[in-house]
């Protein structure tokens, strides 16, 4: 098992979003991504999230 600290990267929308809006996101290393078979053409991804951990999965076409 690998494990890497990252820190989550912090959006605030514009246009007709509400001005509270935010939204929050993580890289994947592209180590990670080429080991899991994400390519520009395959890029779906499953995340669940329980008991306060996320995994993130590679999807499928149903996933979209």
Do not use: F, Q
């Amino acid at each position: 098992m690998e494990t890497r600290k990252c820190k989550a990267v912090l959006r605030r929308p514009g246009g007709n979003a509400s001005k509270n809006a935010e939204a929050y996101r993580v890289n994947i290393p592209t180590k990670w991504a080429k080991d899991m078979g994400i390519t520009p053409d395959e890029r779906n991804l499953k995340i669940t999230y329980e008991n306060k951990k996320m995994i993130v999965e590679k999807g499928t076409e149903e996933d979209e």
